[in-house]
């Protein structure tokens, strides 16, 4: 089994590193603040996991390692940058972010053909600062769903197929897996990035705008807004081959809304703790996209403009 390298201190980071040492898979953490690196995480069950001391500085890895990006969109870059002399041997790159516009940033780093993984998890983490440090909780169990963009078209059907065209990439998700289950292989990794897309659009910028926790977007209130928000999606999905029913987006929504309906989204912490959002990437992807096919999307439009004029 190949080494998980995790770049980034933050609260997935933090949960894939403890994870990795509780379940005896070698990892690396290489966070860009040591300072903030979470030294211990909580589990549900009340145990904890004492987390191996991090690396300051990136290394050459072998073809074998895993590099595991759990960073906001607009850090990959960076951070692509920073590791990209380490990477010569072409160990294999997973980009797990919210919202989409990384495979770009990948593909224009990294080139077409390197061996790459996109994935997205629905594992819920949060990073505390306590009087030892900073450490990290896991808040809900999830799943992590994984594909391979660059492979061929259409991607291999299942897992065992995957391994015979490339048995890099479905190692290093055998690796992920090991590290913290379940890692489901997707044939279809981009419409699992559009669905996940979907349901950030709606939730993320109206429990921020209104100052809510994720359940109180189903109020009679914002349906309005909701649907017009999945309708533009779907019109956008639908002009890049991806096949979407706008009722069944909205239902999606709604049931994502009510299982971390007690949650605070990341763009509510993030405008919460004056931070910058993930605006860009979300409604604004939506509206990129739109823009390039020249379909009308007010309702994303107005949501980027509000968010960004939102007081940090
Ligand atoms: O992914 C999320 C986020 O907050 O970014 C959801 C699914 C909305 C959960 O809070």
């Not at 960076?78 to 990384?102: C, D, E, I, K, S």
């Not at 391994?163 to 997707?186: E, G």
């Not at 019109?235 to 987006?249: E, M, N, R, T």
């Amino acid at each position: 089994m190949g080494k998980l390298h995790i770049v980034g201190g933050g609260a997935i980071g933090s949960l894939i590193a403890a994870s990795s040492q509780k379940n005896g898979v070698p990892y690396d953490c290489y966070p860009r603040d040591m300072k903030t690196m979470p030294s211990c995480a909580h589990w549900q069950n009340g145990q904890t996991t004492a987390l191996k001391p991090a690396k300051p500085s990136p290394i050459v890895l072998p073809k074998s390692d895993v590099l595991i990006i759990p960073l906001k969109v607009y850090q990959l870059k960076a951070a692509l940058l920073q590791w990209l002399p380490y990477l010569t041997q072409q160990p294999t790159v997973v980009l797990l972010h919210n919202g989409m516009g990384g495979l770009e940033i990948a593909r224009d780093l990294l080139g077409g053909d390197y061996p790459l993984l996109l994935a997205t998890t629905s594992h819920g983490a949060l990073k505390v600062s306590t009087s030892s440090g900073f450490h990290v909780k896991y808040t809900g169990v999830g799943a992590t769903q994984i594909g391979a963009p660059n492979v061929n078209k259409p991607s291999p059907q299942s897992l065992a197929a995957l391994s015979q065209i490339a048995p890099q990439l479905a190692s290093a998700i055998a690796t992920l897996d090991k590290a913290l289950p379940p890692v489901q292989y997707q044939n279809n990794i981009l419409k699992a990035l559009w669905t996940k897309l979907s349901v950030n659009a709606v939730i993320n910028p109206l429990t921020a705008l209104h100052n809510i926790q994720n359940k109180h977007i189903a109020k009679p209130e914002f349906e309005q807004s909701r649907i017009s928000i999945c309708n533009e999606f779907t019109q956008v999905a639908d002009a890049y081959g991806l096949d979407f029913d706008a009722l069944s987006v909205h239902e999606n929504v709604l049931s994502v809304a009510k299982a971390t309906g007690e949650n605070y989204s990341s763009m509510h912490q993030d405008v919460a703790h004056g931070r910058q959002t993930e605006i860009d990437a979300i409604n604004g992807y939506i509206v990129d996209m739109a823009t390039k096919k020249g379909i009308p999307v007010p309702e994303n439009t107005l949501l980027v403009e509000r968010v960004k004029a939102l007081k940090l």
